[in-house]
Structure formats: structure tokens, C-alpha cells
T-cell receptor
Framework: GAVVSQHPSWVICKSGTSVKIECRSL??????MFWYRQFPKQSLMLMAT?????????EQGVEKDKFLINHASLTLSTLTVTSAHPEDSSFYIC?????????????FGSGTQLSVL | GENVEQHPSTLSVQEGDSAVIKCTYS??????FPWYKQELGKRPQLIID?????GEKKDQRIAVTLNKTAKHFSLHITETQPEDSAVYFC????????????FGKGTLLTVNP
């Protein structure tokens, strides 16, 4: 199956700093990538939909100025958590769809555990 | 928007028994229903999916059934094994250009040896 690589797998940062998370599709071109947030023992909550070459579409309640998404190429999307605070601590995970196929299958990255001190 | 309800939230079975997880969805336009298995701290893995033009799909010990009229679908795992222990998520997609998935809240399945 298709491979989605996500880095870093975990990050610890101080409050007020920014953190960038990368999501790469390794063997396919991902015209659409999705970013999720997952709290312990909870479901995946969609934060935003990232389309290559255009602005991301954010879900209701997600601050677009705090969670900056860039999908500059068909294989890379980045999520930057700006001015991170302890409440931003969470598991962030991306997923991607193969744009060359009509099937809806999503492939997930390995996730990033963010801890803000 | 789409709303997906999943039950039960936790399920404990003995090894060799069957496990059933049920989901309902609200958007009648939804046409794609995947199931994901997620082990602690790892990525969700697609285990089976079904489209709205099919009522049932089976892959070895795993099967999914879909009732479009009632807007519910279920995951069936037979002959459960300890390695089946994980959190299982159902999801629904109403298609469109983005194929956005809405997830259920998950079911923690524990298979006791």
C-alpha cells in the first residue's frame, strides 16, 4: 500500500515557540492531505483539509492563524503550530489520498506527539 | 455535516469468540465506509472498507455489513485473537472532491487469552 511519512514522531517544546510537522507521501502524489488531532483515548478530529497549491480548508473551531498549513507540492504538506501552549499538547496525525486514483482510501502518517511545557 | 455514532465504546471478549462493532451515520449521501484499527501510539491502519453499492464484504476473519436504508454498518471479527486487541474506528465519507472522512469515537477491543 501507499506510504505516508510523518516527522517528527515526537516533539517537546517550550510554551510560546512554534513547531513544524511534515507529512510526505513517499510513493504517490497526494493532491489532498488531511490533518487530524487526537486526544488520549479519543477519536480523530479533522482539523483541516490541505489541497496542493491552494489554501487549506479548516474545520469549524480550528484557528487557521494558529495551525498554519502549507501544501506546496504534491508530496509534502506541513502543519505549523504557532505560539504553542500546553493546551496544544496532543497527537497530530496526517493522512493522504492518492490523487491519481478514484478510490477513497486514505493512508495515515505515523503521527506526532506534541508536548508543550 | 455527517455524524457517525459508534458502539460499544469498549468490548471485551474471550479468545476465539466473535466481536461486533456497530456504527450509524446521518448523511444519506455517504457512500464509502472504512474501518481502521489503531494500536496504542500508532497510526490507524485500514482493515476493510465497503461502498454503498455493496451490502457485505469479507476478508478472512473480518467482515463488514452495510444497511443503507437504516444507515448503519457493522464490523464483525470472528475467531478473535489477542493481537486483535486495539481501538477500532468506523468512518463515513460523503464523497465530493476531497473524500473527507468523519470518524466514530472508537471502540477499545480487548481479547482475553
Amino acid at each position: 500500500g501507499a506510504v505516508v511519512s510523518q516527522h517528527p514522531s515526537w516533539v517537546i517544546c517550550k510554551s510560546g515557540t512554534s513547531v513544524k510537522i511534515e507529512c510526505r507521501s513517499l510513493d504517490f502524489q497526494a493532491t489532498t492531505m488531511f490533518w487530524y488531532r487526537q486526544f488520549p483515548k479519543q477519536s480523530l478530529m479533522l482539523m483541516a483539509t490541505s489541497n496542493e497549491g491552494s489554501k487549506a480548508t479548516y474545520e469549524q473551531g480550528v484557528e487557521k492563524d494558529k495551525f498554519l498549513i502549507n501544501h506546496a507540492s504534491l508530496t509534502l504538506s506541513t502543519l505549523t503550530v504557532t505560539s504553542a501552549h500546553p493546551e496544544d499538547s496532543s497527537f497530530y496525525i496526517c493522512s493522504a489520498r492518492d490523487g491519481s486514483k478514484t478510490v477513497e482510501k486514505l493512508f495515515f502518517g505515523s503521527g506526532t506527539q506534541l508536548s508543550v511545557l | 455535516g455527517e455524524n457517525v455514532e459508534q458502539h460499544p465504546s469498549t468490548l471485551s471478549v474471550q479468545e476465539g469468540d466473535s466481536a461486533v462493532i456497530k456504527c450509524t451515520y446521518s448523511d444519506s449521501a455517504s457512500n464509502y465506509f472504512p474501518w481502521y484499527k489503531q494500536e496504542l501510539g500508532k497510526r490507524p491502519q485500514l482493515i476493510i472498507d465497503i461502498r454503498s453499492n455493496v451490502g457485505e464484504k469479507k476478508d478472512q476473519r473480518i467482515a463488514v455489513t452495510l444497511n443503507k436504508t437504516a444507515k448503519h454498518f457493522s464490523l464483525h471479527i470472528t475467531e478473535t485473537q489477542p493481537e486483535d486487541s486495539a481501538v477500532y474506528f468506523c468512518a463515513a465519507s460523503s464523497g465530493g472532491s476531497n473524500y473527507k472522512l468523519t470518524f466514530g469515537k472508537g471502540t477499545l477491543l480487548t481479547v482475553n487469552p
